[in-house]
């Protein structure tokens, strides 16, 4: 048994399907930027900071492009929802969802050259705390082969999701590896300056990128500075990018949610009347984004197959008079400060205690917002959500701890908590003919290597 490779904990004996590789079409989400030379080096401008210690799974804009240039999953999701290989050439699904297998790519290297073997993909997922009570096992058939068992259904989409990306921890480097066709040399855990990904060695034609990492700096003045590429929310550096006729701006898939959530309202339920009057006084064009009204169902309004802890606590009554949010998000902000200026149009038998109050809307650091969230003594908070999430049971399992009195309350579960207002999209920034890109599902960008050179 132990040729066989290794059992970290059970797999079920359910009948699994043969293997069908999955075959490389044509991919319709390419990005088509006009005539021109792909470039060897690309500059890439983002005013956001980018950390070692958060690979591969990103807590900025920044990080999110990056990490998705230079870290794989085993498979990916196109801007269609198809889903691609990535790491895994293969793959196999049995007992509806709840066991995967999977067959790695042949070849596969981390930077450092070594075979990308399922023994250490294991141990990576260890690391990270990938592995966790929703498995019900996960073994290791052979070098290529992985099977994965949990106590939730997944869809293949879940696997495409940053929490599965494959990287191993060496002494040597701050970053840890990764089997894409781009790495990081420096030992330097990053934050701000420049952040070098080159091609490895064993590839061909992928570009050097350049990434500029600059916090709080204009996007107008990076573009002047000589970036190539640039994913931005900002509508002025948009207007100011269409301006020049070298660029091009490509609108990405809707990917954020802005909802509110108020205690109150999670303790005396919400109404019909509430949700429409909130959507028609906050709609798109009440944000400097490019917005538009939300338009449910979403990810945590369909969680029937997830195993969902208890609320900790009935939400406390309301302390304060705030609508809180993140200070260093504008939509947040403008969606607060909007909700404070309609607060005493809202009928008071719609949500008791939210009517007619003496709302203030109040920006806090991302660590105080997230206390102020988690203790839910204030009137209202405003937050982002993913649109789509790839692993839905553990996104709702996060924000539950994030607010550990939101839900469910009686029958009502987290769907009936949340109240989706606007959603937001970014725009890619890109000089015309430099790159070969394409989008991915969930708004992400990814930077293609040029195809060789046919042989004569």
């Not at 490779?5 to 293997?19: M, Y």
């Not at 495409?160 to 990081?184: M, N």
């Not at 945590?300 to 939400?315: D, I, N």
């Not at 939509?331 to 200026?341: H, N, S």
Request: hydrophobic fraction near 45%.
């Amino acid at each position: 048994m132990l040729a066989l490779g290794l059992l970290v904990t059970g797999c079920t004996s359910a009948r699994v399907p043969p293997e069908v590789a999955q075959p490389e079409a044509a991919d319709p989400c390419l990005v088509l930027t006009g005539a021109g030379s792909p470039r060897d080096t690309l500059r890439v401008a983002l005013a956001d900071y980018v950390s070692a210690r958060h690979a591969p799974v990103a807590h900025t804009e920044a990080e999110r492009f990056l990490f998705r240039q230079i870290y794989e999953t085993l498979v990916r999701v196109d801007c269609e929802g198809t889903i691609r290989p990535a790491l895994a050439r293969a793959w196999r699904s049995a007992d509806g969802g709840r066991r995967w297998i999977f067959t790695l790519r042949d070849g596969a290297r981390f930077w450092d050259g070594t075979p990308v073997t399922a023994r250490e993909i294991v141990a990576g997922w260890r690391d990270h705390g990938v592995i966790d009570a929703t498995w019900d096992g996960v073994a290791v058939r052979d070098a290529r082969t992985i099977d994965l068992a949990f106590t939730e259904p997944h869809d293949a989409a879940a696997f495409a999701s940053p929490t599965f990306a494959i990287v191993k921890r060496i002494a040597e480097s701050a970053w840890p590896l990764g089997t894409g066709v781009l790495w990081i040399r420096d030992t330097g855990s990053g934050v701000t300056g420049i952040v070098r990904a080159s091609p490895v060695p064993w590839t061909t034609g992928a570009p050097l990128l350049e990434l500029h990492a600059a916090p709080g700096a204009d996007g107008r003045d990076l573009l002047d500075q000589g970036a190539d590429l640039m994913v931005t929310r900002e509508p002025a550096v948009r207007s100011y990018a269409t301006a020049n006729p070298e660029f091009l701006a490509v609108p990405l898939p809707w990917e954020r949610v802005y909802v509110l959530v108020s205690p109150s309202r999670v303790r005396a339920g919400v109404t019909g009347q509430f949700a429409r009057v909130i959507r028609q006084e906050m709609a798109g064009e009440a944000v400097r984004a490019d917005a538009r009204a939300a338009a449910p169902p979403y990810w945590w309004e369909q969680l029937g197959r997830c195993q969902l802890p208890a609320a900790e606590r009935v939400p406390p009554a309301s302390r304060s008079e705030r609508v809180v949010y993140e200070r260093d998000d504008p939509v947040a902000r403008d969606l607060a400060e909007r909700l404070v200026a309609v607060a005493g149009t809202v009928d008071a038998g719609v949500v008791p205690g939210f009517a007619q109050s003496e709302a203030v809307a109040v920006g806090l650091t991302t660590a105080s917002f997230a206390t102020a969230l988690r203790a839910g003594g204030d009137l209202a908070y405003v937050l982002s959500l993913p649109t789509t999430a790839f692993l839905p049971c553990r996104q709702a399992r996060d924000v539950r701890r994030r607010m550990p009195w939101i839900a469910p309350l009686g029958d009502w579960g987290l769907g009936r908590s949340l109240l989706p207002v606007v959603e937001t999209r970014a725009y890619l920034l890109v000089r015309r003919g430099v790159a070969n890109l394409t989008v991915d599902g969930d708004g992400g960008v990814r930077v293609m290597a040029q195809p060789a050179p046919a042989s004569r």
